[in-house]
């Protein structure tokens, strides 16, 4: 009793900034107390992690591994697949380089002519009896069992552009959200929706433009998801520990990209691959009903103070704290100094300041978006193991991560932005003019300078 009432003497000057506020009630709770621990350690780094490899396993369930034209009657020669292979298939067509066998014709070969080996003067048609896989690294991927590669190659593109639309809609519609209907009802919805979309997406595969549906709403929450609980753990931290909350996503989103390889590699199979990451999805959206509370900061600047009560009485419980008596008049005067400030993308632009920052953060997001998406996709053209290739380049982010907040503390985020991407764009462009030079024809040379471009802009995004 004595420490309650200690407390509830204390109050909070009803003088203070709106914000200042808020920040002292959250520390009267303990602002870096056990729930504040346990929510981060599962919603900024586990479900970031889980939602980035349901996510992104789809990189590697959209392989197209190396194919070519299926021509049947091997089974009833004494050919080995090399030799039938030569017999049946053109080198060095279409889009092949050097002499490899072609990927979308054959020869219009009768008996005679293969047991004569003779295909001189032969018509060349295209794939008449479907295609073979490579299965080296894959047993099965998404192309590979719906046979979307030559004509239908386009096909795996326009996934991916399903991929890119469904987060430009989902970060834009789920962001406007989370400042009108709450934090938690926007992350219980995403993780849902990525739930539901990725699990739909391995029935889909053989309906394409349902599959596409799938691909779009599966990729469309990650970003929010994300977003909510970050937004949502910085709300309830102390300042100076805002900063831990967002590297811990950081890492969350790394660790995920890290585990895509691993839990690919483990089945093998595009629909083992996908599915597995649903069911760690499934345990964290069940521990977020009890969990996951609502901003207490929302709640009260929107007025919305028996219920921000009932948040912090419960953030208070875990951290074995107590309110203080004043708290809810401290609420009500924080939510009478927010009350007429809107929220939304038009009060990016209620000032001229405002407006030009808010441009120049969007065009950097859009160069660290296109840097990084167009790379991590790249990763399927690139020859040797694709579970290491994918796993180095995203390992290469832990690294990253402490060497970009380093810098910040030091030199500040500005600082740090600018020589970043004056680095990133030198870098660039020297790679760009080492890999189209014709002095560098070794293939020693060549993978340097596709490592380097890879590494460098992956590390900024």
């Not at 009657?73 to 090399?82: C, D």
């Not at 629909?271 to 009260?300: N, Y």
């Not at 875990?318 to 009478?336: V, Y």
């Not at 907040?405 to 020297?430: E, I, Q």
């Amino acid at each position: 009793m004595e420490r309650e009432d200690a407390r509830s003497t204390e109050g909070l000057l009803p003088n203070h900034d709106g914000a200042e506020l808020m920040d002292e009630l959250i520390q009267q709770v303990d602002a870096v107390g056990g729930f504040q621990k346990l929510f981060n350690g599962l919603f900024n780094f586990c479900a970031v992690a889980v939602g980035v490899t349901s996510v992104y396993t789809l990189v590697l369930a959209m392989e197209v591994p190396d194919h070519w034209c299926y021509v049947p009657g091997r089974a009833s020669t004494n050919f080995n697949p090399s030799e039938w292979k030569n017999l049946t298939l053109p080198r060095g067509r279409g889009s092949e380089e050097n002499n490899a066998y072609s990927k979308c014709e054959m020869y219009n070969l009768t008996g005679p002519m293969i047991w004569a080996r003779n295909t001189s003067g032969v018509n060349v048609t295209s794939c008449q009896y479907g295609w073979e896989y490579d299965r080296r690294w894959f047993s099965r991927t998404v192309p590979s069992q719906e046979n979307w590669v030559c004509d239908k190659s386009l096909y795996v593109t326009n996934t991916f552009v399903a991929t890119q639309i469904g987060e430009a809609v989902g970060t834009i519609s789920f962001g406007h959200m989370s400042d009108t209907i709450g934090r938690r009802p926007v992350f219980l919805l995403a993780l849902t929706l990525l739930i539901v979309g990725r699990g739909l997406s391995v029935v889909a595969a053989p309906h394409y433009y349902l599959y596409l549906v799938t691909v779009f709403i599966g990729h469309s929450s990650l970003s929010s998801l994300c977003f909510a609980a970050t937004t949502t753990g910085i709300e309830l931290s102390s300042a100076e520990s805002r900063a831990r909350v967002v590297m811990l996503q950081s890492l969350g989103w790394t660790g995920g990209m890290c585990l895509v390889p691993l839990v690919a590699w483990l089945t093998g199979d595009w629909v083992s691959f996908v599915l597995l990451p649903l069911f760690p999805a499934v345990a964290i959206l069940i521990c977020a009903q009890s969990l996951f509370p609502e901003s207490p900061r929302w709640l009260a600047s929107g007025g919305k103070i028996l219920r921000c009560m009932r948040s912090l009485r419960y953030i208070a419980r875990i951290n074995k704290q107590l309110l203080p008596a004043s708290a809810e008049d401290t609420l009500r005067n924080f939510a009478e100094q927010s009350k007429g400030v809107v929220y939304g993308p038009a009060s990016f632009m209620s000032s001229v300041r405002l407006a030009t920052n808010t441009v120049l953060l969007v065009i950097c997001w859009m160069l660290n978006a296109a840097s990084y998406i167009i790379l991590l996709l790249n990763v399927n053209n690139m020859s040797g193991n694709p579970y290491y290739n994918f796993f180095w380049q995203s390992a290469v982010e832990f690294p990253a991560g402490f060497a970009a907040k380093w810098l910040s503390d030091r030199l500040g985020r500005r600082s740090t932005h600018t020589v970043t991407f004056l680095v990133v764009g030198v870098s660039c462009f020297g790679v760009t003019r080492i890999v189209n030079s014709e002095s560098v024809t070794s293939s020693t040379g060549r993978a340097i300078a596709q490592e380097v471009s890879r590494w460098l802009p992956t590390a900024v995004a």
